[in-house]
Each structure stands twice: as C-alpha cells, then as structure tokens.
C-alpha cells in the first residue's frame, strides 16, 4: 500500500471561527478618565447583538500577577442608557463576585466601570472574561481572554517659584511614550484659600512630541491675609487635562474607514472580524518614526495590502469568499492611500468619551515654604551710568522676608513668638576676576516678618565689559535653624553693570613685522 506524504501547512484544511456582527460581543479597556489618588478604572462594554438577554452573569479574572480586581464595586457608567439593571454577588462556592444584569434588550450596549489596584507598576495586564447569559432560545457562554495596556499615556511634572505675593507654578506635560499627544485643555482649579490665574497663552490644541514637553504656568495667590492651615487640614489643587493620544486615533481611523465602507457592500457580515485583525496590524506597523510623521502631516499614510498581512488570514476564508474579499481588500487599499488624521481641531468645554478624549486628574498640594527671602542689590553709579576699572563702587543690599507660605505651628520650636525674629547669614559671591568685595562677605543677622534690612557694600570692578552683579544667598542660622527649609528670590539675579577701563588716552604706533602691520602701544594717561 502506498505511504501517503503528510500534508503541507499551506495544503492543511483551515476551519476559521469569529463572532459575527450580531453576535454578542465584549471589549474592555483602561477607562478615558484617571484620578491619579482614586482607584482606576475598566471600562467594560458589552454588546447584545440580536440577544434579547433575561439574564446575564459576568466574570472578571485577573491573569497577572499583582492585579486585585474590585467587582465588587462596579457600577454601570453614567452615561449607560441601555435600562439593565446590575446586581454583584458571591455565589456558594464560587471565587470572586459575581456580577448579574438583567433585562438587556436587543441591539443595546451596557456600559461598566470595574475597579481594580495594582501592587507593581506593569505597561499592560491579562483579564479573563467570561459571561453565561439566557436567552429565549437558550443559554450560552462567550469567554475570552484580553491583554490591555493600562500605563499613562502621558508624564506631568511641576516646578515652583515662589514670590513675596505669589507663587509661579509650571506644569511640564509630555508623552510616556513614542506616541504624541494631542492637548485639548488644561485647568488648575481654586480653593477658598487661593486664587489660581493662568500666566501663560494655551495655543489650543497642542500636539506634544515625546521630545518637546509642553509647559503651562499659573500664579498661585493667597484670598486676603489669611494664614495658611496644615498641610492635612488644607484644601488641595486640583489638575485637569484633556487629551488625545495620537497611535489611537490612527488606528480609529483607519478602523471607522474600514468598516464604514464594508457596512455599505455585499461583504458587511465580515466588518467585525476584518476590523479586528486590521486593529492589530495597524499596531503593530506603527513606529516611533511612522507617528512622528503622522503628527506633523496631519494625516495617515494608509499601509499596503502586504504591510497589513492579510494574505495570512485570507486562507482561512471560505472558498466561496476568499477571491471576493481579497479584491474588495486591495480596491480599498488603492482608493484610500491617504486618510485624515481625525484630531479634535478645538473644543471649549472638553467632553470625554468622544473622538477618544481622555482625561487625567491630578491632586496638587498648594506649595510650602517656611521663608521666602526677597534680596535685591543696587549699585550708585554715576551720572554716566558705567563704572571704571579699579574703582571703588558703592551698592546698598537690601533683605526682607515673608513667612506666609506655611503654617505658623512650623515655627513653634524655634521661637515663642510666632511673629518674632529670626536669625538668619547672606553670603555675598562673585568670581574673583569679576568683582573685588571689600569687608565681610558674609553677615548675620535677625529679622522679623517683612522687615527690611539694609547694609551698604563696597565693590571693586576688575575687568570691563558687561559684568553680572554678584550674586545673594540667604540661609538659617542659630540652633535648630538648619531644618527650616529657605529659598531666596533675587531681584538682581541677571543685571549687569557696564565696565570700562580706567584710561583716558591711549599712544600707539604702526610698526612692520613679518607678519605684516600691527599696533605697539607706547603709553597711556589715566582719565585721573
């Protein structure tokens, strides 16, 4: 009897299954909306189809190490106007919750917020899914298994400046990732304590490359002359902002093409399998390069019918509409070679939930700071305004402080007066080229709240040009001083003063060398 020869893979019998578009279906995903000290959020969507559901039990399993989910607490989204009903429980015997829906009707979506925590920071986790629903007809089981990225697509830091009357506060907002993103709005709210006015012009959108973080500044003032509370009896800011992330918005793009243009031809009944696969594909053809480019063009260079792959899912067809798809496929790949990008051009009020608007809320302690002192140094020029080489120059200092961004218990241990004086040394520093100091560069002194002090300082320019004035520190001194935090803000930080030499006339010959002509001074008079 003849051997028969095993069958090549391409000549294997391949039985392809997929939900079709009527089939109850469930996506999950991070929900849009974070608040960075709240628990995060899934954002579950379960789709009916032609089901009309009695009853619906849905679980949701952790695959990864470290995540706790709180089934327990979920709750339909406020937005869910599909009229189910949601109910969780612990069946006997059974691990987890249990969560119940009822009444779903056909062609609805429900719509579910499940919390969870996480003991490690992971980029993505595995969810098993699994929901046992009734029906008219009878029950059935859908189950699958999902893997989500739940990493912030955005990093956001903040610097403070503090001033007498206000504080400067800058927020530096660029992507965690390779893909930019799209900055819609952002928003430091007030407290009753503080007034926030934002001090810079936000250009609206701004899409924000991974190498060129976008920066927003708001002044910070205090409402009267209140005194502050403690840190855990003071209302915080509060940090919004609305974006979109740009490899999302490619991949909707390409996807709403898709399927819009099979709904409307003789093969819609292959959209959701299609639009999934092409979901996948598109991720992960996209490249740091790809987005970057993306971002800048403002539209979408679609990839080829070979980039996307769909010669490895085409056998997988039936016979009768493998040819019909795959030339449907390639038609659409030549008629849509380049597709806009889709970003929100602009939006007053941002909205969630819409064109894939995220949001990110972050909770922003007002800043503390025990002692702001003020230094500003002025020098007595003369009528010309420029000083001479070697001259000797008088500059009047002048010191005050404020205590008024912290809490008056900070000050208990060092003082009994709340308001009475402490002690404090500036250093007076220039580099030693630059600017002779005559007398003590450093000095002591104690002052109370918003009282001025003055000293009068003597300095010596040593070379000409523009020359920085010297520079001003302030630090704590005495007993139990040196944990007081103190920042000084100085007034004088960048100013110059103008330097000449001290030469009224100068003598100069022309002489011959063998390098050709060139100047010999021979003398010179002081303007003296």
């Not at 005559?438 to 300082?457: L, M, Y």
């Amino acid at each position: 009897m003849e051997k028969r020869q095993p069958l090549s893979e391409q000549q294997m019998p391949q039985v392809l299954c997929y939900l079709s578009n009527d089939a109850l279906y469930a996506s999950i995903q991070p929900s849009p909306n974070v608040h960075l000290d709240k628990p995060r959020m899934l954002d579950l969507r379960i789709e009916s189809g032609r089901n009309a559901i009695s009853t619906a039990d849905i679980k949701v399993r952790a695959a990864s190490a470290g995540l706790r989910l709180r089934t327990a607490e979920t709750k339909l989204a406020a937005t869910d106007q599909s009229g189910a009903k949601l109910e969780t429980s612990t069946a006997p015997g059974a691990i987890g919750v249990l969560v119940q829906i009822k009444n779903i009707k056909q062609h609805s979506i429900i719509h579910m917020f499940i919390p969870y925590d996480m003991e490690r920071d992971m980029p993505t986790v595995t969810l098993r899914l699994e929901i046992s629903y009734q029906t008219s007809t009878g029950d059935f089981i859908y189950t699958s298994v999902k893997t989500i990225p739940i990493s912030l697509p955005v990093e956001v830091n903040v610097r403070d400046f503090f001033r007498s009357t206000f504080i400067r506060s800058t927020f530096n907002i660029k992507p965690a990732g390779a893909s930019p993103v799209n900055i819609l709005g952002i928003d430091l709210s007030d407290t009753d304590l503080f007034e926030v006015r934002s001090s810079s012009v936000q250009a609206a959108p701004m899409l924000v490359f991974p190498d060129q973080p976008a920066q927003k500044s708001y002044r910070i003032l205090p409402r009267g002359d209140e005194p502050r509370k403690p840190a855990e009896k003071e209302t915080s800011l509060d940090l919004s902002i609305w974006y979109q992330c740009l490899d999302e918005r490619v991949t909707s793009s390409i996807r709403s093409c898709l399927i819009s243009q099979l709904d409307d031809s003789e093969l819609g009944q292959f959209s959701r399998l299609l639009g999934n696969y092409l979901d996948v594909q598109v991720r992960r053809w996209l490249t740091a390069a790809q987005l970057s480019q993306i971002g800048v063009l403002k539209e979408i260079k679609l990839p080829s019918f070979a980039e996307i792959g769909w010669q490895s899912l085409l056998p997988r067809f039936p016979r009768l509409h493998r040819e019909k798809v795959q030339v449907w496929l390639e038609k659409w790949h030549n008629n849509n070679s380049v597709l806009a990008l889709g970003l929100v051009d602009g939006i007053d009020e941002p909205v969630e939930n819409e064109e894939g608007i995220r949001r990110l809320d972050i909770t922003v302690p007002v800043p503390r700071l025990p002692v702001l002192h003020t230094a500003k140094l002025l020098l007595q020029k003369n009528a010309s305004q420029i000083l001479a080489t070697g001259a000797l120059v008088s500059a009047q200092l002048s010191i005050f402080h404020t205590r008024r961004w912290d809490s008056g218990d900070v000050y208990d241990s060092l003082t009994q007066d709340t308001d009475g004086a402490l002690d404090f040394v500036f250093e007076l520093d220039a580099p030693p080229d630059t600017w002779l100091i005559a007398g003590q560069r450093r000095t002591r002194f104690s002052a109370k709240e918003d009282e001025v002090k003055t000293w009068q300082i003597l300095l010596i320019p040593l070379k000409p040009g523009k020359i920085l004035l010297p520079s001003v520190e302030v630090r704590p001194a005495g007993k139990g001083m040196d944990e007081l935090s103190c920042d000084t803000f100085y007034e004088s930080m960048g100013e110059t003063a103008l330097v000449i030499d001290d030469v009224g006339s100068t003598t100069i010959t022309l002489q011959d060398t063998p390098m050709g002509t060139e100047p010999l001074l021979l003398g010179f008079k002081s303007r003296a």
